[in-house]
C-alpha cells in the first residue's frame, strides 16, 4: 500500500501496532514515521525497525498520509496546536489517545478535518488486535477505508458509537491484562499440583487460545460450549460450580465496574 503512516508517540501502545503492520508487511518500514519528546528513544526505535525518524512533529505530520496521534491526554491540545498548519483534508487523523472525544479533537483541529478515533488494545502486535472506531463526517469512502485498513491489519474491528467506548475498553483493552490473570491463576495452579511455572503457562496459555478460537469458529454461545465440556457428575461441572460458589462472575463484574468507573472519571 502506497502511503505513510506517522506515528506522534512512540509508547506501548504505539509500538505494538506498529510491529503489527510490520508484521503484516501492510507498508514498508520506512514509509512509518515516527517522532516523540524522547528524541533518543524514538531515534533508536526507529534505526532497530527501519522507519523513519522525523526532528518534529510538524515535520512528520507534513509528510504523512495517516497521522496517528499517539500521545498522552495531558499534552493533546499542545500537540495539535504544534501540527494544525500541517493538517489538510487530503489527511487524516488518527487517534488512540483514550477519553479524548472526537468533537473535542475538532475543536482543537480543524471541523473539516476527517477523523478516526480508536481503542485497540496490546495485541495488535501479533495481528490478534480488537480495536473500537469511530469517524467524524468527513472521513467517508476510499479515506475512510484506508484509515480503517490499518487496524484490520492488525486484528478485528468494531465500529461504535463513542457512549460505548469505555465499555469496549474495559471487556478489550484492559480485559487482556484480566485475561492474562486468569491464565495465571491457572498456571499457578498447575504449580501447586507439581508442574514447573514454564510448562503449566504454556498449558493455560494455549488452553485460553484454542478455546477462544473454537468458540468464535463454533458460533455459539460460551454457555453452549460450556456444557459440551461438563459431563454429568464430572470434575468440570464440579469446578465450575465450586468457582461459582467463590464468587468468580461477581468479581469479573466488580472488575469491570471498576474499570469503567475509572476510565469515566478520567475523561471528565
Do not use: W
Request: with cysteine; glycine share 8%.
Amino acid at each position: 500500500m502506497n502511503m505513510k503512516i506517522g506515528f506522534i508517540g512512540v509508547g506501548a501502545m504505539a509500538q505494538a501496532i506498529i510491529q503489527g503492520l510490520l508484521r503484516a508487511k501492510f507498508v514498508p518500514a520506512k514509509d512509518i514515521l515516527v517522532h516523540s519528546a524522547h528524541q533518543a528513544r524514538y531515534e533508536q526505535y526507529a534505526d532497530q525497525y527501519g522507519l523513519t525518524a522525523q526532528k518534529t512533529n510538524a515535520e512528520l505530520t507534513q509528510n504523512s498520509d495517516l497521522v496517528v496521534l499517539a500521545v498522552v491526554p495531558g499534552i493533546v491540545a499542545d500537540v495539535l496546536n504544534e501540527i494544525n498548519g500541517e493538517l489538510k483534508s487530503n489527511k487524516t487523523l488518527i487517534s488512540i489517545v483514550s477519553g479524548i472525544g472526537l468533537n473535542r479533537l475538532e475543536e482543537l483541529t480543524d471541523y473539516n478535518l476527517p477523523i478516526l478515533r480508536s481503542l485497540p488494545n496490546i495485541n495488535s502486535e501479533y495481528g490478534q488486535g480488537m480495536t473500537a472506531i469511530a469517524t467524524n463526517e468527513n472521513l467517508v469512502g476510499e479515506q475512510k477505508k484506508t484509515a480503517v485498513s490499518l487496524f484490520e491489519a492488525t486484528g478485528e474491528i468494531s465500529e461504535l458509537p463513542e457512549d460505548q467506548f469505555a465499555i469496549f475498553s474495559a471487556i478489550s483493552g484492559s480485559a487482556v491484562a484480566y485475561v492474562d490473570f486468569f491464565i495465571d491463576c491457572l498456571s499457578r495452579a498447575g504449580v501447586k499440583y507439581g508442574f514447573n511455572k514454564e510448562t503449566a503457562t504454556k498449558i493455560a496459555a494455549q488452553t485460553a487460545l484454542g478455546s477462544a478460537q473454537s468458540l468464535l469458529a463454533s458460533k455459539q454461545t460460551p454457555a453452549e460450549m460450556i456444557d459440551k465440556v461438563c459431563s454429568p457428575g464430572g470434575d468440570t461441572i464440579a469446578g465450575i460450580l465450586a468457582m461459582e460458589q467463590a464468587g468468580l462472575l461477581n468479581s469479573v463484574i466488580k472488575g469491570i465496574d471498576a474499570t469503567i468507573d475509572k476510565s469515566i472519571g478520567n475523561s471528565k
